[in-house]
């Protein structure tokens, strides 16, 4: 619990800190962070659905909601050219129709076509968040998104776990499961072998490595219905250990 209180409140202040000139950095992560709660959306629908610590997961559900709509705004001026436009309002019309189906009835026939839309989404945020960044001048940028994309992974591999556990099933997830997997470990390899990563950012890459082998561990074990809290608390640990490192690449 307070885990999940603590990463609440460094997103909440993250965001509300962005200056008007925010930089390409601060564009990009906030861009980036719309991939998670696309993801993180549907991971805590689902725990309602599952009776996994509901009233949490109904208080994460509605502050991941408030939360992609407060960044649409602030993504506004930040979106300053034809191609940046096009996607954050390519973003809008995918958001729109995922707001409708997660503020409705929470029912296991609707899972598909609720983690379909949320895909919709994924694709939308990706999009930005790539203009953004081949957009960006300074190096940082291309760091800051693949570090902020480790905490959409975090969020995805916790949501296709949870959605199998409620019955919703196919290849195409069982393959996202090792991709997801495998994205991950390759991006963390690629942060901890970068030159210039200061003795902060290592220590917070080392504890996000041994989070995220817990997590893996804890997600072999699948099966056991008691493992649903262990694998939503590891997911929102490793959530919160990318935040940070995301927030420490931005820094000049």
Sequence with gaps: MRTIIRLWLVLLFA????PA???????????????????RIVKSWVQIGLNVQPALSKRQLD?????????????????????????LGA???AWAPLRTSVLG???????????????DVLSAAERLTR????????????????????RMLSQRLVKIYMLRQWGV??????????????????????MQQRAGNTAELVEELDK????????????????????????????????ELAHEVTRLYQQP
């Design 21 to 39: 000139g925010a930089s390409d950095a601060e564009a990009i992560n906030l861009a980036g962070q719309q991939r998670m709660l696309s993801q």
């Design 208 to 239: 996000l490595a041994l989070q995220w082998e817990w997590l893996r561990t804890a997600l072999a074990t699948e099966g056991a219905e008691s493992f649903r809290l262990i694998l939503a608390e590891g997911g929102d640990a490793v959530l």
């Design 63 to 87: 502050e991941s909601i408030r939360r992609f709509e407060q960044n649409l705004r602030v993504l506004e001026p930040m979106a300053n050219t034809p191609e940046a436009r096009g996607a």
């Design 131 to 150: 203009t953004l960044q081949d957009q960006a001048t300074t190096p940082a940028s291309r760091w800051v998104n693949l570090s902020g994309r480790q």
């Design 15 to 18: 965001c509300a800190a962005l």
């Design 91 to 93: 973003l809008h019309l």
């Design 169 to 190: 099933d196919s290849a195409r997830m069982r393959d996202d499961l090792e991709s997801v997997q495998n994205e991950f470990s390759g991006a963390l390899s690629s």
């Design 105 to 119: 009835v929470i029912r296991q026939s609707d899972a598909a076509l609720v983690d379909a839309r949320a895909e």
